[in-house]
């Protein structure tokens, strides 16, 4: 079977032993592995062991997979990021990008921290820790954005190769079973 370009561009890059498994009947597309892209802007870009990446503009969010920009996006924030993005116009920025990601199949908003870093105030504002914590709730709801905290760089990164890979995984699944229904119910000639 030939498969569409872009189904096997969205998924073709090195494998570093994140294959298929469970979809050996794929032929060739199952020993693949997504590919992340680092926006462009991300000034200390996550740091990826197990998944292949390369740096290119984004649309919205931070990390996305190559050919499923407009589908997955993942928006990364430390701590002092992420209080600085609570307050004028930085908020008022920072909401409109949240806006945009409304219209994704898979978004996530990490934050590299912890919940109790925020309420120690370990971090340079003003703000009080209930007011950072009452925004992240805010945010979850008003852009349907469940936030995630991941206590470290590293852990992030795993994280969000894992999200790209069972991502990934199910589009794959739904193109097969889209094409493989779709030769069933062909006339016969």
Not at 88 to 102: A, D, K, S, T, V
Request: charged share 25%.
């Amino acid at each position: 079977m030939n498969w569409p370009v872009s189904v096997y561009e969205m998924i073709n890059s090195a494998n570093k032993g994140f294959s298929l498994p469970a979809l050996r009947s794929l032929g060739e597309l199952a020993d693949q592995a997504p590919l992340i892209i680092i926006d462009s802007r991300e000034q200390v870009p996550l740091q990826f062991t197990r998944l292949e990446s390369r740096v290119a503009t984004l649309p919205s969010g931070d990390y996305s997979i190559a050919g499923l920009e407009e589908l997955f996006a993942v928006e990364r924030k430390s701590i002092p990021d992420l209080v600085t993005c609570c307050t004028g116009q930085n908020r008022q920025r920072f909401e409109r990008e949240l806006h945009r990601l409304r219209g994704f199949r898979f978004k996530r908003l990490l934050v590299v921290g912890s919940e109790a870093e925020i309420l120690q105030a370990r971090y340079h504002s003003d703000i009080a820790p209930k007011a950072v914590l009452a925004t992240l709730s805010a945010f979850e709801i008003r852009y349907d954005l469940p936030v995630v905290f991941s206590t470290t760089p590293q852990n992030a990164a795993i994280q969000i190769e894992r999200w790209i890979f069972y991502f990934t995984r199910d589009i794959v699944i739904s193109v097969n079973n889209l094409c493989r229904s779709s030769q069933k119910n062909l006339p016969e000639n």
